[in-house]
């Protein structure tokens, strides 16, 4: 039976949301695109990713409210939207979109995910210290995030009123006020408070938040139907796709390939070429990329030029290409050269960062549902899917998290288990 449902609005967010179920042995399916039978579903949780955070805001709230139409006629009870934990993306747009088209009153929404130090305090969402507009997300290239506060930030979208309150105390009552309600939570506690306020007169119809507050959704629910989660064990040897540009990524390759890791940067005509991987050249480069493998069991490739970016942005220029036609042409790119590299048998366990990565590249291979297993670390999910009738493992990250020894430390901890 189907609990609840969750709408984020790319991959690897889907992905970080939904194993805070799976991790619990809760039963949890993660599909891709708006076209989703909600009758036919077994699974006690559905996350489905919208692919709507590069959409133009009308279109993103089109897209949830189709889906919240469809999810309510079908009997679904419980909508979870899941938000990014930088504020990228639709956010007012697809707030607005789940609240209309529901018929409820309010929306209580969550931003924090103090778990990974994002919080909000005083109604302004800090990342590691600062607001988030001075983070690496206000200077991000492809979607900037222009506002910290978050009332501010849901207002530039759609005139659905949005109020800022502090964290409820256990028993406190939940404000009157129509419309978005926006929660600080400075810590796991204050999500907690807030959540057991919010669930104090049964169960709400709509929340709204990232994983730090999902995390909470399997207590706060009640939900019983649970099984053994077991770690699988992975092959040792590690492949990192990167087509973040994220600051925090880019310090996570540079450690790993001083402590050994390959690296390996596309060049732009790589990145951006049409048709490259089936070419001549590509074939020959996906030789190289056969031999890099098989030579060292810990890999990196990646869509950041040495030194910058500048190179890569020229050849779009030259080719006509706009921001947006970059990111895409890039993403396409990575997906079609992993996609003729998974028979590979140098191929090891995957590691990819970004959302417009992991999605290509299941693109690629036909893969329309990933099924989480766990978390690794904080936002590092573990997910298995059928290729081929075989069961394979990809390790997914959002390009903002993680520490700076992370891959180096997900690479150890793998060959440990091994022994």
């Known amino acids: 039976m189907l609990l609840l449902l969750i709408l984020a609005d790319d991959f690897t967010g889907a992905l970080d949301t939904g194993v805070q179920f799976a991790a619990c042995g809760i039963p949890t399916r993660v599909v891709v695109g708006e076209q989703v039978d909600f009758a036919a579903n077994d699974a006690a949780v559905l996350v489905v990713d919208t692919e709507t955070r590069h959409l133009p805001a009308a279109e993103a ?23 990014d934990s930088a504020l990228r993306g639709n956010i007012g747009a697809e707030l607005s979109a789940l609240l209309k088209t529901s018929g409820e009153r309010q929306l209580p929404f969550l931003p924090a995910f103090p778990q990974i130090d994002r919080v909000t305090r005083d109604g302004v969402h800090y990342i590691s210290g600062v607001p988030v507009t001075e983070s690496p997300f206000g200077i991000d290239p492809f979607e900037p995030v222009r506002h910290a506060r978050v009332t501010e930030l849901i207002g530039e979208q759609t005139d659905v009123p949005a109020h800022s309150f502090p964290t409820l105390k256990e028993g406190e009552a939940v404000p009157e006020q129509e419309g978005i309600l926006v929660f600080d939570a400075g810590s796991l506690d204050d999500l907690a408070s807030t959540g057991r306020a919010l669930f104090q007169n049964g169960k709400p119809r709509l929340m709204a938040g990232c994983a730090g507050f999902a995390a909470l959704l399997p207590d706060l629910m009640k939900m019983t139907e649970r099984r053994t989660v077991t770690m699988p064990k992975l092959d040792p040897r590690l492949l990192v796709v990167c087509g973040s540009v994220n600051s925090i990524t880019l310090r996570q390759l540079d450690v790993a390939e ?8 596309l060049t732009p005509r790589q990145k951006l070429d049409p048709g490259y991987w089936e070419s001549e050249n590509g074939k020959e480069a996906l030789q190289g990329i056969n031999e890099m493998l098989a030579a060292n069991p810990r890999c990196i490739i990646e869509t950041n030029d040495e030194g910058g970016n500048q190179p890569t942005a020229d050849y779009a220029a030259a080719r006509g290409l706009d921001l947006e036609g970059m990111r895409v042409g890039i993403a396409s790119s990575i997906g079609h050269m992993l996609g003729k590299l998974f028979t590979s048998p140098a191929l090891g366990t995957l590691l990819l960062t970004g959302g417009d990565t992991l999605l290509q590249c299941m693109n690629c291979v036909g893969i329309k549902e990933l099924e989480p297993v766990c978390e690794m670390e904080k936002g590092v999910v573990l997910a298995r899917f059928t290729y081929c009738g075989c ?17 180096l430390d997900l690479a150890d901890r793998i060959a440990a288990e091994q022994t």
Do not use: C, D, P
């Open 61 to 83: 709230y089109a897209v949830i409210a189709k889906l919240t139409r469809e999810a309510m006629s079908a009997g679904v009870f419980s909508i979870y939207k899941k938000t």
């Open 258 to 265: 001083q402590n050994g890791f390959s690296r390996l940067r």
């Open 391 to 407: 069961t394979r493992y990809v390790i997914t990250k959002s390009g903002g998290f993680g520490h700076e020894k992370l891959l």
